[in-house]
């Protein structure tokens, strides 16, 4: 056959000479603090999975539970005849959790993301406002808007102050923030882009994913860290890290809700969670509102000033992470790939970070602590890290 699209194999070799094309990591095990990679035992510092939840037996079995009484599958989008008890009684539960009049799920938290921009401010008056590092799912939403684009530096409010400024006039103001940021683990100064907002007219959204089950009362996210119930209009979450299972979430008014299920297109157009997929995340609202939730949280923090304090004192840079997310920044694709490799080699697991994903001179290696991992796994985790950066000149 005709080779009509050769251009993939230059796009492949481009890859391979950048030193960052390989197979994918694959587990052997489910998700745990110590994890069966490509067939090596190895302390998994790269998930999501920051309460250990993806393999909570509780969960588990809700989700046994819930194939048994619902089936394997929706069988339809939500609109016409997906919508099952189940996801009804989700997002009553999230709503209460959050404690917002109501919510909305959706597929992912891409989908979220991307149908909520879309669906709000989609006229050319309108005016979409995000942080320059801000997830790629909020970029893809600004993206579908016909929306005018205000691109702010990283949690500078004068120049969140500058764009405001210039997009006065417009029909609608969204400004849209991650509210921990995903690879350099600050967070999102939300008091103050409240006042802005308020001063300009503005309406906000925060994107919690790796907010929720982390930060705030119980793992409630950025807005009850600050306080801010009552003073923040969109709060999106996500099921799929912290929570354990799939999903994501917008809580607020409902009419906001109401608004979206008739608007958000990856709402409309796409099938609704397996029902065991909502049986599991109702699973974990369970535990994050019970004490056990608690401790976990308790233990991720433990762990997390525990993990980087050491790695502090042993004189890294961990730039202005303030969160379980932990970026180690080492700087040079093919460096950081090999870091990565020879750490992994070493017995201990963390993603390394490249362009586009953050700025080129940045490549990383982002490590992220969980409630699972033990002392002595993150004593055995800092030695290895130690090693493999003094052979390569990282500290
Ligand atoms: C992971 C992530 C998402 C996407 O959530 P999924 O449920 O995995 O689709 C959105 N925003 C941010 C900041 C994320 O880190």
Known sequence: MVDRMG??????????????YAPFRVLHSPQMAESIIDGKKVINLCSNNYLGLT??????????KAIDKWGAGAGAV??????????IELEERLAKFKGTESSLVFIAGIAANRG??????PEPEDAAISDELNHASIIDGVRLTKAKRFIYKHNDMNSLEDVLKQAKGSRRIMIITDGVFSMDGDIAPLPQI???????????????AHASGVLGKGGRGTVSHFNLEGRWDIQMGT????????????????NLTDFLRYNARPFLFSTAHPPATAAGCIAAIDILESPEGEALTKKLWDNTHYFKGKLKELGFDLGKSVTPITPLIIGG????????????????????IFYPT??????????????????ENLDFAIEKIEKVAREFKVI
Do not use: C, W
């Open 7 to 20: 251009f993939l194999q230059a796009e492949i070799d481009s890859l391979k000479k950048r030193g960052i």
């Open 55 to 64: 393999n909570h037996p509780k969960i588990k079995e809700a989700e046994h």
């Open 78 to 87: 939500r609109p016409i005849i997906g919508t099952m008890q189940i996801h």
């Open 116 to 121: 909520t921009i879309q669906a709000l401010i």
């Open 194 to 208: 409240a006042e802005l907002a308020d001063k300009y007219g503005a309406f906000t959204m925060v994107d919690d």
């Open 239 to 254: 099921l799929s890290k912290g929570m354990g299972v799939l999903g994501g979430y917008i809580a607020g008014t409902k």
């Open 333 to 352: 694709e093919e460096r950081t790939a090999k870091f990565s490799k020879k750490l992994f080699e070493e017995g201990v697991m963390g993603t390394p």
């Open 358 to 375: 953050v700025a080129r001179g940045t490549e990383r290696i982002r490590f992220i602590v969980t409630a699972m991992h033990t002392k």
